[in-house]
Each structure stands twice: as structure tokens, then as C-alpha cells.
């Protein structure tokens, strides 16, 4: 189940760290009115937000506002806004967020992300350049996109006779205009209209799949916001090759979505509302048209249905076709796929990279699923030197020796703790560290944006994320006066961090106990340790005796109940309560574009350290209930996935 909202004041949400490569934030702390019908583009909206100055939790506060399939809410939302009250409200959906907006306010500032209505012909705006008014945005209407859609549906299944058509009263235009093309191809048309929901996915998709089971055209309205999992799988189990608007349905197991690029859209948004908390007027602010357009294959989707059912056409689209902007095929779901991408950028020499790592449960295949496919692929053109270290220094600095003497084109560290004994040895050889902590500080890079030496990166924000991770074990357990911290004994930096929570803890009235661990056999001391000191959580630093002993840490916690946060989601995937830290796939995708920007030709020295921009909250409902713990509907609210 992913991110759950409620109409709350956001003041702990997700909260993201100040870079010195992103906009300076705005001293001034404001509040702004989210409208949605569900599940959306959210993310690129607050990271894109995150990046103009504004950070959730810093100094920005966002009343969520979701009505779903209840559109009879939006009155209520509405309200809700002008009572907070927030400076710029975000409408996204269809035409009556906008207008319950302005029943409610027409004084507030109001950005649009018009799904299916015009906001000149609607009267928000006057026109595309002045909208005059205080309604700016962007918008497009899928009615144009419905002939595209059975266009494609068609050269997927070239064999099929008939189109099944599910739609609703918002998308009645769309239904015309697929039915017209669908004629255009010799299709046969059979309309399916859903009625008011709650639907029963799996029940719809049996009725299509009478007979014999023809090409279903799935004409998204907002009841269906939330439901692309249920969707998707019901469109699979009864194997019909189904169209969706949106790509999400193609992430949970669709097979091919045509639409508009919402991420796009929401980060133009995002633009709008930082201009005018900036001090824009909304009547001089344009209101857009979107025309970026996203056509997303499945590919292990398509296996399934086989090739007789669906052959993946390679036919391109008509010249001067402006919406085929981006056709974004979904690699790396199989290993055909991730070939086949790879094959087509097939990098022009054979590389030879080194890798030092402490631990085997670092998770490699990110990082090497994310070089393949820049096309570079092992065993093909690509050669790697590995060493895994454990945790005996010794054995670190001699199998840094060993990867130098090998004198790869570039070694890979998988932390800081690696990067120190190759970096201590060579000063030549290009180094990309994953993971590392602050590198400046190390003495290993001059600065982020010019390290200046052989090494670079994609750094983590560990302890700048302790205060929020403080600040949710308290809200998970309120009646908390002491915790403790749990961080690696032999790297000073953890040692320091761990001082540092427990300076972070006073104002919050808690007490904080540092548990310093060198290796797994003390593991059993540190948590009985808490116990006896009558802890009431613990914070778990991700260091390499943690990583290493997952699963000892994990049953250690369950063993002795104590409400645990971690940094990293493994741990809560694995069993662990709750995590809150940087979405550590894309450090990997990150990592492996410097590697790849190395091997062709790049110097380490000009390559900036990169350092995240999404942090990510995961909650375990069922470990939470394993404890005894409520999870607060306002962790709830902010969690980027509630594991159930």
C-alpha cells in the first residue's frame, strides 16, 4: 500500500535537508492547501518544490486535502483551506476541485492541474497569457489522446477484432473519440460504463473477458485514483491487454499506458507555487497547456500474454506525431529487457572496475542493474574486481592493496569506511564512494561541487536526519522519557553522531543512552542493556555490524520490544518498524552514472558529490501490532508506504 493521506497539518512531512547546490531556502515559514483525488505526482511536486527553497517540515506546512471517489468532500476541503489558512492552494483533478475552491475563496491563489477541462472555457482564466484572474496552472484534456490510445492498442494485438471500452461519466468525450477511432480500424466496440463506485475490479474484468477476450480501453476517472494495483491485476489474471492512461497502472503489472507526463505537470505546478509565494502575481502567471506525453511498456507483461497475443510492435509513429515526446520502455523488470536496452547502448570498450565493499548484504544488484543499462554489462564489456571486507580493518586496507595492484579504470567503494583505505593508498586511480558521510570533513574532497582529487560520489545525510527520526519515535510513543541510540564503535564519526542525538534529545525531554557495538557478539549486550535502563525505543544507525546482522538486530528488537526507527527500508521490509532515510536506488543510479561518466573520459576532480534530494518514510502496521503500538494517524499521513 503506498502513501496514505489524510486533511492534516503537515509539519513533520518528509522533510528535506538544505544543499549547497539547490536553491537557498526561504527564511519565511508558509502554509499551503494540497487538493487531490488520490494517489499522484505528489513527489515530484514537493521534491521539485524542495529544490525552488521550500522543504516540508522546514519551513513549509501543507494541509492534504483527498476526497478520492467522494467528490461530495471537496466542499469540506475547501473550507478547510481558508480556515488554516493557506497562501496558494494546488487543485489537481478534475473541474470541480477548482470550482469548490472558488466557492470557497476567490482571493486565495489557486494553481491548477486540470485533468479534462479547459480553464478558459471553465472561465478561470481569461486567456493562455494573461489569465487575468488568480487561477494559474497547467492543463490538458485527454480527450485527444483516446484516438492515439486504440491506435496503439491496435498495432500491439495487429489480430484483434473487437475493443472494450471502460469509462465513466467525466470521460463520456474520450468514450466518442475512442469509438471513432476504433471504428477507423475495424474494430468492433462493445462500451462497458461503470456505474458509482465502490467497483469490484475483478468482477468488471471477468465481464470483459466473455467470450473471447478482446482489447480493453481503461478510460481512468477519479475513482479509480488509488486502485492502479487492483486494475492492473485484474486486467492480468483474465489476460487482457488492457490501455491505461496513467504509467503507474504499467509499474504494478499493466501493460501499456499512453498519457501525459504527470510528473511534468506537477513540477511545473511546483514552479507556480513557488513563484507566488515568492511574490508573483497569479494573474501574470500563464496557464499552460501540457504537452509532454509518456507511452510506458511492461515488457514482462507482455511475455505473459505471449507472443501471439501481444507482439510489442517496433512500428514508429506517423512524422510530425508532437505526442510521441517519450517513449519510456520499463527495463530491468527481466533480463531480456535489461539486455535488450543494453544492447542498444553498447559502450565502446571493455572497462575493468573494482569494487570494496564490508558487507555482502549491501545490496550490489541496484548498482549493477543501474550500470547495465548504460551499457555496461559483465562478462560482455565489463570486468569487476570484487573484495568484500567484513569487519576486520586489516583485511579492508589489504584488499584495497589488492584492487590498486589490479589498476582497475575506477574502484567503487560502498561507504566511507571503504573509501578510507583506497584512498589512503592511491591517489591516481578515479574513486566513486556510494554512501560515504560528509567526504569534505574526511579530508577526501576539497569541496561538493569540486572535489579537486581522484575521488567522488553520492554522499548520505545520516545525522541531519536524527532530529526527524527523534521526532517520530516520540510521536509513535509519547509517553517516552528514554531511548536509546545504537551506532558502530570503531568509525568516530558514528561515535560523534551518537553524542550528538543526545544533545538533540534534551529539548524534546528525552534522555538518550548511547549503545556502542564493534561487532555482532555485542549486539545481545547493547539491546539488554536498553532493557534494563528501562529504554522505550532505539534509534538504529546503519553502520556495517548493523547492516551485516539484519536479522539479528531485527529479532533482537522483537525479543526485547522496543519500538525501533532505522535509516534504511530494508529493515522494515525485513520485519523492522519504521524507517526514515534517503531512497538509496537512486544513490545507486546516481553512483553509476559518475562511474559511467568516468570510464568515459570524466575526471573524478570535476564531477560535483552529489547528495539526495528524496527522503522516504516506511511504516510496518504488522510489526506495530506485533508490539502493541497504534501507529498515529499522523505518521500514517506522511508514510511514502505503509507495509501491511
Same mark, same amino acid.
Given at each position: ?119 478558459? $472555457? ?19 484534456? *485527454? ?30 468525450? $474520450? ?209 569487476? $574486481? ?7 580493518? $586489516? ?122 557495538? *564493534? ?54 521490509? *525485513? ?70
Amino acid at each position: 500500500m503506498r502513501r496514505r493521506y489524510l486533511l492534516v497539518l503537515m509539519t513533520g512531512a518528509a522533510a528535506a535537508v538544505p544543499f549547497a547546490s539547490l536553491a537557498r531556502e526561504n527564511e519565511r515559514k508558509v502554509r499551503i492547501g494540497y487538493l487531490s483525488p488520490g494517489k499522484g505526482p505528489d513527489t515530484p511536486f514537493f521534491d521539485e518544490l524542495a529544490l525552488l527553497g521550500y522543504r516540508e517540515g522546514r519551513n513549509l506546512d501543507v494541509v492534504f486535502g483527498v476526497f478520492g471517489d467522494d467528490p461530495d468532500r471537496l466542499p469540506e476541503f475547501a473550507t478547510a483551506f481558508v480556515r488554516a489558512p493557506v497562501e496558494v492552494i494546488v487543485a489537481r483533478g478534475p473541474e470541480a476541485a477548482v470550482r469548490a475552491v472558488r466557492a470557497a475563496s476567490n482571493t486565495i491563489p489557486t494553481v491548477v492541474i486540470a485533468i479534462n477541462y479547459d480553464p478558459i $472555457e471553465g472561465g478561470y482564466a481569461a486567456s493562455l497569457a494573461r489569465p487575468g484572474g488568480n487561477v494559474p496552472g497547467v492543463y490538458f484534456q *485527454s480527450l485527444e489522446l483516446a484516438a492515439k490510445q486504440v491506435e496503439l492498442l491496435k498495432a500491439i494485438a495487429p489480430e484483434a477484432t473487437r475493443l472494450t471500452v471502460l469509462w465513466g461519466e467525466e470521460t463520456a468525450g $474520450e468514450f466518442s473519440a475512442a469509438e471513432s477511432a476504433a471504428k477507423a480500424l475495424g474494430l468492433a466496440t462493445r462500451s462497458l460504463k461503470l456505474g458509482a463506485p465502490p467497483y469490484d475490479y475483478d468482477a468488471e474484468f471477468r465481464r470483459v473477458a466473455e467470450g473471447e477476450p478482446p482489447l480493453v480501453l481503461v478510460l481512468s476517472t477519479p475513482a479509480f485514483a488509488g486502485h492502479h494495483t487492483e486494475v492492473a491485476a485484474a486486467a492480468l489474471r483474465y489476460r487482457l491487454p488492457a490501455m491505461y492512461r496513467f504509467r503507474n497502472y504499467v509499474e504494478a503489472g499493466g501493460l501499456v499506458s499512453y498519457g501525459i507526463d504527470d510528473p511534468a505537470m506537477a513540477r511545473l505546478a511546483a514552479r507556480y507555487v513557488a513563484k507566488i509565494l515568492g511574490g508573483a502575481r497569479p494573474a501574470d502567471l500563464p496557464v499552460e497547456r501540457a504537452d509532454k506525453f509518456d507511452l510506458a511498456i511492461n515488457l514482462r507483461t507482455a511475455k505473459a500474454f505471449g507472443p501471439h497475443r501481444a507482439a510489442i510492435s517496433a512500428r514508429p509513429c506517423r512524422r510530425g506525431h508532437r505526442i510521441m515526446r517519450r517513449r519510456d520502455i520499463l527495463l530491468g523488470m527481466t533480463a531480456v529487457a535489461a539486455s535488450w536496452r543494453a544492447a542498444a547502448q553498447e559502450a565502446p570498450k571493455t572497462a575493468h572496475i573494482g569494487f570494496i565493499v564490508t558487507g555482502e548484504a549491501w545490496p550490489r544488484r541496484d548498482f549493477d542493474e543501474a550500470m547495465r543499462r548504460l551499457g555496461w554489462i559483465e562478462g560482455r564489456n565489463l570486468v569487476v $574486481e570484487r573484495r568484500v571486507t567484513g569487519e576486520d580493518p $586489516e583485511r579492508r586496507k589489504t584488499a584495497a592493496a589488492e584492487l590498486i595492484a589490479a589498476n582497475p579504470d575506477v574502484i567503487i567503494a560502498a561507504g566511507l569506511i571503504d573509501a578510507l583505505p583506497v584512498h589512503a593508498q592511491t591517489r591516481t586511480i578515479p574513486i566513486v564512494v556510494i554512501g560515504g558521510s560528509d567526504l569534505i570533513e574526511e579530508g577526501l574532497a576539497d569541496s561538493l561541487a569540486h572535489p579537486g582529487g581522484n575521488i567522488t560520489g553520492v554522499v548520505v545525510l545520516r545525522g541531519e536526519l536524527d532530529g526527524k527520526r527523534l521526532e517520530l519515535l516520540r510521536e509513535l510513543v509519547p509517553t517516552a522519557r528514554r531511548m536509546s541510540s545504537l551506532a558502530y564503535a570503531r568509525l568516530p564519526r558514528s561515535v560523534a553522531r551518537a553524542t550528538a542525538i543526545e544533545a538533540l534529545a534534551r529539548p524534546l525531554g528525552l534522555r538518550v543512552t548511547a549503545r556502542l557495538v *564493534s561487532e555482532a557478539a555485542e549486539l545481545d549486550g547493547a539491546f539488554a542493556a536498553s532493557t534494563a535502563d528501562h529504554d522505550q525505543g532505539i534509534l538504529v544507525e546503519s553502520g556495517a555490524v548493523m547492516v551485516e546482522n539484519r536479522p539479528r538486530v531485527l529479532a533482537l528488537a522483537a525479543q526485547y520490544r522496543l519500538p525501533a526507527i532505522y535509516e534504511q527500508r530494508g529493515f522494515v521490509e *525485513s520485519g523492522g518498524l519504521l524507517s526514515y532515510g534517503q531512497v538509496r536506488r537512486e544513490n545507486f543510479e546516481r553512483a553509476a552514472a559518475l562511474v559511467d561518466k568516468i570510464l568515459k573520459g570524466a575526471k573524478p576532480a570535476d564531477l560535483p558529490v552529489e547528495q539526495p534530494t528524496r527522503f522516504e518514510l516506511v511504516v510496518n502496521l504488522k510489526t506495530a501490532a506485533a508490539l502493541g503500538l497504534t501507529i498515529p494517524p499522523s505518521i500514517l499521513a506522511r508514510a511514502d508506504e505503509v507495509i501491511e
